[in-house]
């Protein structure tokens, strides 16, 4: 078991308080805690992240490329959904 | 090395779709449908430059304990830290491609994979520290900056991670060398002699000229390379030499001259039969450097072991207070 390459970690950042977290990249470890460290010696080396997240890559569900069209598609033509759809009159401020 | 870049066996209007993507500037991302040459060629490359940070590595870590303070040996450890991780950034990165990790290891440790020649040269005294962050470090950014806006997403972004960490290593290698500039005779004669050492093989980390690079048009037109490697390696030495003049090291050229018109420090013949001996294994180093490795991937062995036998331990007690 020696050279095992253990299961793969997805890592995720957040830069600093308050902001999302964002995906750095992986690690291979075996078990939760060593990903962390792992994580924070790969991506953390500089103060990148005040809070690292670990997660097993195979639970993520991803949405596919290919379907990307029809997927999102419900959400393209509904221009309505934003501001600038409205029309104000002329010189009030309305933002 | 298969030269014939065919994609004949491809669906035309799926590669017709991923040319017209990479036309627009679009970024490539795993899940993404792409052609197998472009898989296998990113794998290649990408490969290639994981296991160059990790055999990088080796050269510095031989000098760690014999830094000449306290200040040179907590950068250079950092350094050689940071190799690490730029090694595993792309094994990641090359990961999301379909390949593993562990063979990716594997054919490094068991001398089938390719790194850079660089590597294959013995670091002979302190100097040396200096002259790889600056020559060997600033050519790999030069290299690294242009990669950053490679078609394939997980490379580029893994790219713009190493040249932040790396302007790091080049600008401590030269104060490195300004230090030993404009230290004693000798300091200044050592300097300059590591100088002679490394300047031509740190032109020839670039490649051959891309007439004579089998890879490079396909590469360029699916927009992993954006520029050749002649016009890396030109911007490299017009980056360089003025950073050598400044500090009074003399490059070893005698052909080296400005040309007004281009504004370029045009350059001497390259002595590629050197390049291809090195990248054959018959470097002064391939041997060895190797070993190194191989030594230190058993001798880490017990670490994995402890590791897994924890993990399991673990997850065994977890499992016996659930029940």
């Known amino acids: 078991m020696a050279d095992s390459q253990w299961p793969l970690w997805e890592v995720f950042t957040q830069p600093n308080k308050g902001e999302p977290f964002e995906h750095a990249g992986s690690v291979h470890a075996p078990d939760g805690e060593l990903a962390l460290q792992n994580a924070r010696d790969v991506y953390a080396r500089r103060g990148e992240a005040v809070n690292l997240w670990v997660v097993p890559s195979t639970a993520i569900v991803a949405s596919a490329p290919s379907d990307a069209g029809p997927f999102f598609d419900p959400g393209n033509d509904k221009p309505y959904r934003h501001p600038q759809f409205y029309i104000a009159p002329r010189g009030v401020r309305v933002f | ?323």
């Open chain 2, 1 to 323: 090395m298969d030269q014939n870049p065919t994609v004949a066996t491809e669906d035309p209007a799926l590669l017709a779709a991923f040319e017209a993507r990479i036309a627009a500037g679009e970024s490539i991302e795993p899940k993404d449908w792409m052609p197998e040459r472009y898989r296998k060629q990113l794998t290649r490359m990408m490969s290639q430059h994981a296991h160059s940070e990790i055999v990088g590595m080796l050269p510095e870590g031989n000098w760690i304990t014999r830094a000449p303070s306290l200040r040179r040996k907590m950068s250079l450890i950092a350094k050689v830290q940071d190799e690490a991780g730029h090694g595993l950034y792309i094994y990641c990165g090359t990961e999301t491609l379909g390949v593993d990790r562990h063979d990716l290891v594997e054919a490094l440790l068991d001398g089938r994979a390719k790194y850079s020649s660089i590597f294959n040269y013995p670091t002979l005294s302190w100097a040396d520290m200096g002259v790889i962050g600056w020559l060997v470090d600033g050519a790999a950014i030069v290299n690294q900056t242009v990669l950053a806006k490679a078609s394939y997403g997980p490379y580029a972004r893994a790219m713009v991670r190493i040249c932040k960490e790396e302007n790091f290593h080049k600008r401590q290698g030269y104060e490195i060398c300004s230090v030993l500039a404009n230290g004693t005779p000798a300091q200044k004669a050592m300097v300059q002699e590591a100088f002679n050492r490394f300047w031509w093989p740190s032109l020839m980390m670039f490649g051959p000229s891309d007439t004579d690079s089998p890879n490079s048009a396909e590469l360029l037109k699916w927009r992993v390379k954006r520029k050749t490697n002649d016009e890396l390696r030109q911007r490299f030495v017009n980056l360089t030499v003025p950073q050598a003049v400044a500090i009074g090291i003399t490059v070893p050229d005698p052909d080296l001259h400005l040309d007004a018109g281009t504004g370029n420090w045009e350059f001497g013949e390259i002595e590629w039969s050197e390049f291809f001996e090195v990248l054959k294994g018959n470097g002064p180093c391939n041997r060895e450097r190797l070993e190194a490795r191989r030594k230190a991937h058993d001798d880490g062995a017990w670490v994995r072991a402890a590791a897994s036998a924890y993990a399991e331990k673990q997850q065994a007690r977890s499992s016996t207070a659930a029940a």
